[in-house]
């Protein structure tokens, strides 16, 4: 042990004694030194950040320039629920004090601006991006400003919508090793980018798909076409949903069976967050940045799906790469 | 019960640092209203298995949700619900992996409906004479070893090697362990450590048939393992003086070793057993004779660490740093935060289902660190009671017993407390009383009561043999039991050590064992890694009262639903009671939050 940089100073070791019994010192030391960006802090963000955070990782910076409102906190545990603390100030502001407060030894940070106008200089510095909360163009474009950057930088998007909620990992090309049998074996895995990934023909995927991969596909398409805010839909767009995935259906050559009406109908009809969705979907993809940043584990390739209806947390391989 | 170490601050994001040796019921209370004003909550820092925690306690809410962690309350919890007859969504988590479960009366299977995972234990002679694993030499150092020099004088202890001639280890041995009045501490350390790892082993070594099919044992002495002594030069009566409190001495740190996950050679490891031992009996000479094992005792930790590691050594097994002897040694569940997250993310889902009396949607739900089936969170549907369940269904059980020879305290000990789990039990022969425990007994009830205890069971006042049939109950846990009484002369003393058989009963988990002294190193609970039966010490206990939604059948919309439930709660240590009240339309509710019922403190091999 203790073969790169610095050791783990005594405090360290004593807060986060019962993570490094599982995952180790040296990846503990690599979480120490990583830097993680994260934009739009609705529930499931918050709780991922809460994770890292506690976990010990270098920095944070959080973007979401929006002013608070009693809709944004309904899954907030981060912010009081006092006006005379979160008059005036940005969600990303209000949640970074908190933050820091969890663990003095991260160093958290406010990062303003739009994020569509981020460059490649900005996201070449992180080790982690995770967004929310933005259109399917913005998506898009941070992925691929991500994959331009001269070094690896693992990019996730998440989004809850009712009780579902959706991870999207890209981590590029990625080897990692782990112990089999006494046997230490190198693994690689993959990734496509968002872009290329739900690109992927419909009916190349096999039958079991899970139903909310194109769901989510419909209404995120449905929100562009529209030209509408992020995640602002509503029951009343049902007819004009359903003769989307009529459209996306026929064209795809798919049967529209496979995305049935109740499940775009709760995913439409949902206005508030669901707290124990985020704090599922929250900890499965902070597992996954640990992951990513420490080397230790398998990470997931490359959706990740939860419906709260069935309990079920699948993981999909949406991808026309075979490993 | 339970107070804010620094060890939880990595999942338990209630808590902060400057809550470090506070309540955490109460700490939890305050950040909780912190982000949701409006809902009551009432702090327990007190034990759920306190006699107010009764079955009209209970009563009072429509869920419980458990997430504690030790098997002794988890069972009593799963009693009260099923007597009280409130819904438990039970849970747990070690490392990558968790679960949730649901328990309702009659619908489901109990806490106690499956058999539990034995606990680790290893036959007394692998543990005083062939260790093939480093947990073997740690069951050693601290049950045997720190507990003979430290603990109790009076505790059964079998350090000393079985030799054929008993003559030769029992009285000489005696002396061994005495500190002499005069004797200097460096030299009784000395003579400690070449008795035991020395001198002992060449006993054990005389056993040939021992060693036919084993590799033998070297044994250590200090002249091998150290440099020649160095006049008036020892480590801890130089330091003696400088450190103030008892509780922050430490060899290493007089020993000038800073990294815990550094492997010490045998050389460090011998002079952090001097140094250690010499500590206790500078700086802690009080506590002498009474100490038991505590993870989170440094100079503790120190010596059971260079004592297990000088025994590998010995046996030619690999040796462990101070991080990892600790985590063996202490028995330390692994937990992180995401886990933490997730679970309790699941157990709200479980929670609002049972107050919707969604029957057909619980689920038991599996958090996996590989994927099955392409599911890493996988739910499966709840099995049916188990019919043979002596707790909630109503089986009677079979005692086999030599009658004549063993005594109704073994009976209570072994097979009413350990086995059946109960704190206040009551045992009677028709309607002939034979036992009882509580407050409100008179003077001579008592002293009968405890000359019965003393008695073996054929001599009872109502004499107890093959084909009895006792009652056991315990009205606490309203868990009543017949058991068919079968008279047997023998009994294997390795297989059968506790001289009774029970049949018709779901083993389980037995923290117990550590309570009763029967043998020391059946008593260690170290490397208990059970997957899908996991103990954390981040534990919850949530209990929500609806009785609106219950009664009227109203179905409220979900978002509502989670008020106090919110994920938050989740990384909470410490069991929590919270019972939520909702109205049609304005919801507000009571949080009850307990403290942590950390039994395993108390229950520290003597
Ligand atoms: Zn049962």
């Given at each position: 042990m203790g073969k790169e940089g610095e050791e783990l100073t005594e405090q360290e070791t004593a807060i986060y004694d019962r993570q490094i019994r599982v995952w180790g010192v040296d990846a503990q030391r690599r979480l120490s030194k990583s830097h993680i960006f994260v934009s739009g802090l609705k529930g499931t963000v918050i709780e991922f950040c809460k994770n890292i955070v506690l976990a010990g990782v270098g920095s944070l910076m959080l973007n979401d320039d929006r002013l608070v409102t009693e809709e944004l906190l309904s899954?907030?545990?981060?912010?009081?629920?006092d006006e005379n603390v979160t008059r005036g100030k940005s969600l990303a502001e209000l949640c970074c004090e908190s933050l820091k407060d969890f663990n003095p030894m991260v160093s958290v940070s406010v990062e303003k601006g739009d994020l569509a106008n981020f460059d490649v200089e900005f996201f070449q510095k992180l080790d982690a991006v995770v967004i929310s909360c933005c259109s399917l163009l913005t998506k898009k474009s941070v992925n691929a400003k991500c994959r331009k950057s001269p070094r690896r930088v693992a990019f996730y998007s998440v989004e809850c919508r009712d009780s579902c909620g959706e991870i999207f990992v890209d981590l590029q090309n990625y080897s990692y090793s782990k112990k089999k049998n006494e046997e230490t074996i190198e693994c690689h895995l993959q990734y496509p980018s968002f872009e290329d990934a739900i690109a992927v023909p419909w009916r190349s995927l096999p039958m079991r798909t899970s139903k909310l991969y194109f769901a989510m596909r419909v209404i995120e398409r449905f929100e562009e076409l529209e030209k509408r805010?992020?995640?602002?839909?509503?029951?009343?767009?049902l007819p004009n949903v359903l003769k989307l995935r009529k459209e996306l259906c026929e064209a795809r050559c798919m049967n529209e069976s496979q995305i049935p009406d109740l499940l775009l109908q709760r995913l439409l009809a949902a206005r508030v967050e669901f707290p124990p969705v985020c704090a599922i979907i929250g900890g499965v993809l902070g597992q996954e940045v640990i992951k990513a940043i420490s080397g230790k584990g398998d990470p997931l390739k490359n959706f990740f799906l939860f419906d709260a209806m069935d309990g079920k947390g699948i993981i999909e391989d949406i991808s026309n790469i075979n490993n | 019960m339970d107070t804010i170490e620094v060890s939880n601050l990595n999942r338990q994001f209630l808590f902060r640092q400057k809550h470090v040796g506070q309540s955490k019921a109460k700490v939890a209370r305050e950040a909780v209203l912190k982000f949701k004003p409006h809902i009551k909550i009432t702090p327990y820092h007190a034990n759920v298995k306190d006699p107010e925690f009764n079955v009209d306690f209970f009563k009072q809410f429509n869920v419980v949700l458990n997430g504690l962690d030790n098997l002794d309350a988890r069972r009593h919890v799963n009693r009260l619900c099923l007597a009280s007859g409130v819904p438990l969504v039970e849970s747990g988590t070690t490392g990558f992996l968790g679960q949730v479960t649901v328990h309702v009366k009659g619908k489901t299977e109990c806490y106690e409906c499956q058999p539990k995972p034995a606990p680790k234990t290893y036959p007394v002679c692998t543990i005083t004479s062939t260790p093939t694993k480093f947990v073997h030499c740690i069951v050693w150092a601290k049950d045997l070893l720190f507990a003979k020099l430290f603990g109790n004088k009076n505790q059964e202890n079998d350090l000393n090697v079985r030799s054929t001639?008993?003559?030769?280890?029992s009285e000489h041995t005696e002396d061994v362990f005495e500190h002499r009045v005069d004797e200097d501490v460096e030299q009784y350390g000395r003579r400690i450590f070449d008795h035991v790892f020395g001198y002992n082993i060449e006993v054990a070594l005389r056993n040939e048939e021992t060693w036919k099919n084993r590799n033998k044992p070297r044994p250590v002495y200090t002249r091998d393992a150290l440099p020649p002594r160095p006049i008036e030069q020892n480590g801890n009566k130089d330091k003696a003086s400088n450190t103030g409190d008892p509780s922050s001495v430490s060899a290493m740190a007089s020993l000038g070793l800073?990294?815990?996950?550094d492997l010490w050679s045998l050389r460090e490891n011998s002079e952090v057993f001097l140094e250690a031992l010499g500590l206790f009996f500078l700086k802690r000479e009080k506590e002498i004779g009474q100490l038991g094992f505590d993870k989170d005792d440094q100079l503790a930790v120190e010596f059971v660490t260079s004592a297990a590691n000088i025994r590998a050594t010995s046996f030619g097994i690999p040796l462990h740093s101070l991080f990892e002897a600790k985590g063996i040694a202490g028995n330390i569940v692994h937990a992180v935060a995401t886990t933490n997250a997730i679970i309790a993310g699941l157990i709200v889902l479980e929670a609002m289902k049972v107050l919707q009396n969604d029957v057909k949607s619980y689920r038991m739900t599996y958090c996996l660190e590989h994927p099955s089936r392409k599911m890493l969170l996988m739910p499966v549907e709840p099995f049916e009671p188990n019919k043979s369940c002596y707790v909630c269904s109503e089986t009677p059980l079979t005692l086999e017993i030599n009658t004549h020879r063993s005594k109704l305290r073994d009976f209570v000990e072994k097979i009413v407390k350990a086995k059946l789990g109960m704190s206040l039990p009551l045992i009677m022969h028709g309607v002939a009383l034979l036992y009882e425990v509580g407050d409100d007994l008179e003077e001579d009830e008592v002293a009968n009561y405890a000359a019965n205890l003393d008695k073996v069971l054929s001599e009872l006042p109502s004499p107890v043999t093959g084909g009895t049939i006792l009652t056991v109950e315990d009205l606490q846990q309203e868990l009543k039991c017949s058991i068919n009484i079968k008279h047997r002369e023998e009994f294997d003393e390795e297989k059968e050590p506790d001289g009774m058989v029970l049949s018709g009963w779901t083993p389980?988990?037995?923290?117990?064992k550590n309570k009763t002294s029967d043998n020391g190193p059946s008593s260690s609970n170290a490397s208990q890694t059970v997957p899908l039966e996991p103990e954390d010490d981040d534990e919850i206990e949530i209990i929500l009262k609806d009785p609106e939604i219950l009664s009227a059948g109203k179905k409220r919309k979900s978002t509502d639903i989670s008020v106090a439930a919110d994920s938050e709660i989740s990384s909470v240590t410490g069991a929590m009671l919270i019972k939520s009240k909702v109205e049609a339309d304005d919801s507000h509710s009571d949080v009850m939050v307990d403290g942590n019922l950390d039994t395993n403190k108390k229950k520290r091999v003597q």
């Open positions: 899954a907030n545990f981060l912010v009081p629920s805010n992020p995640q602002d839909v509503s029951a009343g767009d | 001639d008993a003559s030769s280890s800073k990294n815990p996950q389980a988990l037995a923290t117990e």
